[in-house]
């Protein structure tokens, strides 16, 4: 199983998704920023990692979110996704296609990476919808 982290990103209210590159697995989707956890670090150092990464920001990590895990076809994930805010920093899309901050009214607008979908539900029912 491989440990993954994401980062719930508010900005009043709309947050931050990132569209995956055409050439990676599930490419062309839209996922939260993060990452794979490295032997060695935190889930939290990881996260901060992967968002300087990918975003070139540094993220203030709060509490979890949600943790989901999900079987796909070529892997299976434990993803556990974080409340963050953006400490320093505006989210540059350095390893994505796409950057969108969304309110949850429209995540039906976009495609997801499937491991996404119950914290995807979770957000618009905690939104009213």
């Known amino acids: 199983m491989v440990e993954v982290v994401a980062a719930l990103i508010w900005d009043e209210s709309r947050f931050l998704i990132c569209r995956r590159p055409a050439g990676k697995a599930r490419g062309g989707l839209y ?21 300087c990464e990918e975003l070139a920001i ?14 796909y076809p ?9 409340h963050a805010s953006i400490a320093e920093g505006t989210p540059q899309a350095l390893e994505h296609s796409d950057l969108r901050w969304i ?3 429209e995540i039906p ?10 914290i995807l539900r979770r957000l618009r029912t905690a939104s009213g919808l």
């Open 109 to 118: 607008l976009y495609d997801f990476c499937p491991a996404d979908e119950a």
């Open 74 to 82: 070529d892997l299976t994930v434990h993803l556990t996704l974080y």
């Open 103 to 105: 309110t949850p009214e």
């Open 31 to 51: 996922e939260f920023a993060g990452g794979k956890v490295e032997p060695g670090e935190t889930p939290a150092q990881a996260l901060v990692r992967e968002c």
């Open 58 to 71: 540094t993220l203030a990590v709060g509490d979890v979110f949600m943790e989901v895990t999900h079987d």
